[in-house]
């Protein structure tokens, strides 16, 4: 079958489909992965397809409206700035997708392009499937994840996803417009056509470990929590040379990095971060990523891309952004935690990390200073219990296979034959266990209860 994965984003919304579509891709299926130039050696170093869409999202978080970004302090408004970003560079981005749709079988979508994908979809008769890094649907259990709030209670909760999934809506309407005159269909919005793929049981597999974050008890059927999709790494890769040596010349070092993240001022914040990591008393691995992150001396190594599962695990910590894709890399890797949350979902994991008591309490970016960022080293890293707690969960996620589901799915359609349709995709997912809408995931995990306060879930 030919799929085609549809991303766009950071890194980190483009590492994860590589892991997905090579598994895919050795099961027999013929895999293309459509994003954003920059990470087009990405995806064909593991042996997929690639088409490109326009736009490079590195240059927009650096220009003037992405920096803008850090002078919003409250979550709500870095999320109204970004909506103007994205609804400035949806167009062009539609077109790209259409192009990409065209000889494909199955759409798998990212939930950033999924408005568009839907009815793209739609209008080709191509079935769809979402394939998710952050749970957006509805819950009282906790509050949307790019609000980077503690829980408002069940009823607020729900609220709370609703308000971001209709801004995000705010995104769509011009090119969604387009897209269904394009293709003939008939006048609808971007919130309804939502609306009736959600009461169609549009399928969604969500690429993240049911030990952080359990199925919602009261998400709708269809939706699915299936395990990490990790980023595809070459077999027998390792790591530079220059990694190796500094690893062999002292203890182990503390890993600093920003992912994809940007910053008004570098300089800076690599200042801080360096002194930091001293006080600490720790030898220090630095990323320099989007952030630009850079140091000197004998006791710090800047590297670049350099893949975690490699790196991780030679680390005594992990001071990362608390992205989602490196907040489950470090728990992969069985090692403590350091969240420096910058923006949107990353608040989310943090307290994930905290509750799971592989991370002490999270130290926001902006709140980040060379003394409690040397107190939260060394607390993660002098506490035998972080690290304790940390290889338990590992072993945990490690024994997950997170791609079986979605294969699984893509399978069942293939071994069907595509189904040509005009209107809404039939759900694809197999039988659900009774009251769970779930294809037999378990339901181990990380919650927030009505309270605010997280609990963790005992393996079922």
């Known amino acids: 079958m030919r799929v085609a994965i549809m991303t766009a984003g950071s890194r980190g919304d483009v590492a994860p489909y590589t892991g ?4 895919l891709a050795a099961a027999g299926h013929e895999v293309t992965i459509v994003t954003h130039e920059r990470f087009a050696g990405l995806v064909t170093a593991a042996g997929l397809g690639y ?23 409250s979550p709500a408004g870095k999320l109204v700035r970004l909506l103007g970003i994205a609804r400035s560079l949806v167009g062009e981005l539609a077109e790209a997708l259409v192009t990409a749709a065209g000889d494909s079988e199955l759409l798998l979508l990212n939930g950033a392009v ?9 209008g080709l008769g191509v079935p769809s499937m979402g394939v998710y890094l952050q749970p957006l649907a509805a819950t009282g259990e906790f509050v949307s994840p790019m609000l980077g709030t503690g829980s408002w209670g069940g009823p607020a909760n729900r609220w709370s996803a609703g308000a971001v999934n209709a801004s995000l809506d705010m995104i769509f309407p011009d090119a969604c417009r387009d897209l269904r005159t394009r293709f003939g269909l008939g006048p609808r919005s971007v919130r309804a056509t939502r609306r009736a793929f959600e009461q ?23 939706l699915t929590v299936t395990g990490y999709w990790w980023p595809h790494t070459a077999a027998g890769a390792g790591l530079p040379a220059a990694v190796e040596e500094f690893l062999a010349a002292g203890p182990a070092p503390v890993f600093v990095g920003l992912g994809s993240a940007t910053v008004p001022d570098p300089e800076k914040l690599s200042a801080t971060v360096v002194r930091g990591l001293r006080a600490a008393g720790v030898r220090g691995v630095i990323q320099q990523g989007w952030s630009g992150l850079a140091a000197d001396g004998d006791d710090m190594l800047v590297v670049g891309d350099v893949p975690h599962d490699l790196l991780f695990p030679h680390m005594a910590a992990v001071v990362h952004h608390a992205g989602a894709g490196t907040t489950g890399a470090g728990l992969r890797a069985g090692v403590p935690a350091v969240p420096v949350p910058v923006q949107f979902d990353a608040a989310f994991w943090a307290r994930r990390l905290t509750a799971l ?28 219990g972080y690290a304790l707690r940390a290889a338990a969960v590992a072993e945990r996620i490690r024994a997950e296979d997170g791609v079986r589901p979605v294969c699984e799915a893509v399978d069942r359609l293939a071994a069907g034959g595509r189904r040509k349709h005009r209107g809404l995709q039939l759900p694809l997912h197999g039988k659900r266990e009774a009251g769970t809408g779930e294809a037999g995931v378990g339901e181990a995990g990380v919650g927030e209860d009505g309270t605010g306060e997280a609990r963790v879930g005992e393996a079922g």
């Open 20 to 23: 997905l579509g090579h598994r």
């Open 200 to 222: 169609a049981d549009w399928p969604v597999f969500h690429g993240f470990s049911p030990q952080i974050v359990r199925r919602p008890a009261d998400w709708r059927p269809g």
């Open 51 to 73: 088409r490109a869409v326009p736009v490079d999202p590195q240059a927009e978080l650096a220009s003037q409206a992405g920096l803008g970004l850090h002078r919003s302090w």
């Open 357 to 384: 008591g592989v991370a002490p309490r999270p130290v926001p970016l902006r709140a980040l200073t060379p003394a409690n960022l040397a107190a939260a080293v060394h607390q993660a890293v002098g506490d035998p």
């Open 114 to 122: 999924a408005p568009l994908g839907q009815v793209i979809g739609e």
